[in-house]
């Protein structure tokens, strides 16, 4: 798959995602948001207001919901968890915020 299939793959699950999960806002993070040579998955953070007390939980329902044969892996954070990581200094947190892209929100 060339880089252009991909990223147009990307922006097809960024539609199913504010269609059918109603995101506050997705990042693309990693790789693909580096435009690296080598891609091997999609990484997405993703904020939302309701999701269950269990990150795994949220993790099951996007792979439950979305049709896709990209290989993602999804993070999903309420609007206050990621305040807060940020306001702690979050490494990992704070560089997806830098260095991603913001695909909606």
């Known amino acids: 798959m060339t880089k252009r299939e991909l990223f147009l ?14 995101p506050d806002k997705v990042i693309l993070f990693g790789s693909a948001a580096r435009d690296d040579d080598e891609i091997n998955d999609v990484d997405l953070l993703i904020v939302k207001e309701d999701v269950p007390v269990l990150g795994a939980e949220r993790i099951r329902q996007l792979y439950r919901l979305m049709d896709t044969d ?6 999903v954070y309420r609007p206050s968890e990621v305040a807060e990581r940020l306001s702690l200094g979050d490494p990992f947190v704070t ?3 830098k260095e991603g892209k913001v695909l909606y929100g």
């Open 95 to 97: 560089g997806v915020f």
């Open 9 to 22: 793959r990307i922006e097809d699950l960024k539609l199913q995602l504010v269609a059918k999960y109603a």
């Open 70 to 75: 990209l290989p993602v892996d999804y993070l």
